[in-house]
């Protein structure tokens, strides 16, 4: 491959991972780091190039990757560790990163089964917290995010990172709010909220029907147009002089409550069917 062509690689990776609009209008998104690029290789992910260091990458898996890629077409650019560096994010260069397609899409085409559970989101202050809550998310078996309205961008490269590979087991569909309002009347959905004032959550509640926890952006919590969407309130209890948690904690918590609440309502009903 041609310095020149090598250098137009790299610029374009540096331009996705710093302008939301050109990853917008390439349909494209950068993975950065060894896990990542693997997770995505295993979720199907289409890849658009393979960008690799042979002196930086050292991992038999990341390797395996460049491989596969070889085998079946895609793009593969070999670049020097120095180049590697000029373009990358992380503190430590894995020597490993790809372009990948978005797939990103919309929650009209989304048919959720019963116990299915989706985080909505309208508006986020930190890619790191939602890159945390999107992992904890795939670990408590959630479906994935509704992103209502256009502030949130899911391939924000902090957000890929921070998931920990965990962003590619997730769906995230994009709506507007009469969209949404559509759909969850449509698939007779609940939606729980997030807030200090709401009901103070109990382990005896069941999660009976597909839900979205609906949760408010870090510093005012759920917008006006989010508790009207909400069916319940709910909170977290908390010791007497501490007033708020962070965006991902919270959340993360009441996803292990759902998760726990339907194992247990699912072990109930099996055991009444034995009887």
């Known amino acids: 491959m041609t310095s020149k062509r090598v250098k137009d690689c790299l610029q374009r990776l540096d331009h996705l991972f710093h302008d939301r609009n050109y990853r917008n209008t390439q349909r494209c998104f950068p993975v950065e780091g060894i896990r990542n690029v693997i997770a995505a290789a295993e979720s199907s992910y289409e890849f658009d190039l393979l960008l690799y260091s042979s002196r930086l990458l050292r991992s038999s898996a990341g390797r395996a990757i460049v491989d596969q890629c070889r085998r079946s077409g895609t793009p593969v650019v070999t670049v020097s560790p120095e180049q590697f560096r000029s373009i990358a994010t992380m503190k430590r260069a894995s020597g490993l990163s790809a372009i990948v397609r978005q797939q990103t899409g919309r929650l009209s085409s989304f048919v959720p089964l019963a116990t299915d559970c989706l985080?909505?989101?309208?508006?986020?202050?930190?890619?790191?917290?939602?890159?945390?809550?999107?992992?904890?998310a795939a670990a408590f078996r959630a479906k994935g995010f509704v992103l209502i309205g256009q502030s949130i961008d899911p391939t924000d490269p902090f957000i890929v990172r921070a998931s920990m590979g965990a962003f590619f087991r997730q769906h995230f569909l994009r709506c507007t709010w009469p969209e949404f309002a559509?759909?969850?009347?449509q698939h007779r959905t609940s939606v729980v909220g997030a807030c200090p004032s709401g009901e103070r959550i109990r382990s005896d509640t069941e999660w009976a029907r597909p839900t979205v926890l609906m949760l408010g952006d870090e510093r005012k919590g759920l917008s006006s147009r989010q508790r009207k969407h909400c069916d319940r309130l709910v909170r977290i209890p908390m010791a007497d002089d501490s007033d708020s948690l962070n965006l991902a904690v919270a959340g993360s918590i009441l996803l292990y409550d759902m998760m726990a609440n339907r194992r247990m309502f699912a072990k109930r009903a099996s055991q009444s069917r034995t009887e």
């Open 119 to 136: 985080v909505g989101l309208s508006r986020i202050q930190s890619a790191g917290n939602l890159g945390a809550l999107v992992r904890t």
């Open 182 to 185: 559509a759909w969850k009347q």
